[in-house]
Nanobody, 114 residues
């Protein structure tokens, strides 16, 4: 089983990034997916979640209206579109999913700075 994140990087405040999470080794379309983030010195926190079909979506209050989670079950990939990024969005972003949300990616760094 693998979850591989990509798409992180350095962006100026107000900018956008799109994170991807490529899944393998399990039946991706059967399970919900989540994105978490962890900033230095802080606990890992849930950013967004999406059901197996994509019909149910939820966001942390801090990202509502700016971030958009989606998935493509044909490509076994989940996405996190991040718009109007703020310095406080700086963190390592992780995707999480599978049966009982047992699987984690290695994380991708997002840095928002001028």
């Amino acid at each position: 089983v693998q979850l591989v994140e990509s798409g992180g990087g350095l962006v100026q405040p107000g900018g956008s990034l799109r994170l991807s999470c490529a899944a393998s080794g399990f039946t991706f379309s059967n399970y919900g997916m989540r994105w978490y983030r962890q900033a230095p010195g802080k606990e890992r926190g849930l950013v967004a979640g999406i059901s197996s079909s994509g019909s149910i979506i939820d966001y942390a209050d801090s990202v509502k209206g700016r971030f958009h989670i989606s998935r493509d079950n044909a490509k076994n990939t989940a996405y996190l579109q991040m718009n109007n990024l703020k310095p406080e969005d700086t963190a390592v972003y992780y995707c999480n999913g599978g049966r009982s949300y047992a699987y984690w990616g290695q994380g991708t760094q997002v840095t928002v700075s001028s």
